[in-house]
């Protein structure tokens, strides 16, 4: 049993030593608003809840380290979803994107400051997926948070905590669609970002350090047990 416990301990004291990486998740929320296309209005109508969450690394470099008031950060992963508040059998919209960009302009050379989220490019719809709407392909997507007064950043760093929405004069995202088959035409879908939040993620060295205590509970549990089995045996004996 002692010899259990000691393994338990010994290996919990390892993996607590373990980094816990750097991964940063942010959780956005945001409404459809203003008109739908009609060739999307089958599955986007104003007022859907709109929410998502990107994923990146604290320890991206600017892609763009020339520019002083511009910063460049790649790549970021990760998913949206739009809830339909309409009929049941219209099904909620489910996105995944990955190859996303994040720029951050300090003010910039029209003045203003802001935050912007990226994914997908139009020419061929890399990096993102999702579900076709009547015949419409899923090529984009973008939010945007605009401050024309250049006061919220003092530089063109990634911000490593959610940009407060209410300190930007503007907030809003946009899907963007492209036709399957004359590629050429486009439609979106736009609404207002509400907020910004911080996504709580367990680090892989908490999982780890759960995992083996309960392991290490376990062989104490059994190695207690078989020392009971011991000492009833023997006393049958005696």
Not at 60 to 78: C, F, K, T
Not at 82 to 108: C, H, K, Q, W
Request: hydrophobic fraction near 40%; aromatic fraction near 10%.
């Amino acid at each position: 049993m002692k010899r259990c416990v000691a393994i338990s301990i010994f290996v919990l004291l390892a993996v607590s030593g373990v980094a816990h990486g750097s991964s940063i998740t942010f959780e956005f929320v945001g409404q459809v608003v203003g008109e739908v296309p009609f060739e999307l209005g089958g599955q986007f109508a104003a007022g859907d809840i709109f929410t998502g969450r990107y994923r990146f690394s604290s320890e991206l470099n600017d892609q763009n380290p020339i520019g002083s008031d511009q910063g460049e950060y790649a790549p970021w992963v990760g998913h949206l979803t739009v809830e339909s508040r309409r009929l049941p059998e219209v099904p909620n919209y489910l996105a995944r994107m990955f190859d996303g960009r994040i720029t951050v302009n300090n003010d910039d050379p029209f003045g203003r400051d802001e935050y912007r989220v990226e994914a997908g490019q139009l020419g061929d719809c890399h990096g993102i997926t999702g579900p076709n709407v009547s015949g419409w392909q899923l090529c984009g997507f973008e939010v945007q948070l605009d401050d024309k007064d250049a006061l919220v950043f003092d530089s063109d760093a990634l911000p490593l905590s959610p940009p407060n929405v209410e300190q930007f004069e503007s907030g809003f995202f946009v899907l963007t669609f492209r036709n399957a088959e004359e590629h050429v035409f486009r439609r979106f879908v736009q609404g207002s970002i509400t907020s910004i939040s911080l996504f709580a993620v367990p680090a892989p060295g908490t999982l780890a350090l759960l995992g083996v205590g309960l392991l290490g509970l376990g062989l104490t549990r059994r190695a207690g047990a078989e020392s009971l089995r011991e000492v009833s045996h023997r006393s049958m004996h005696t």
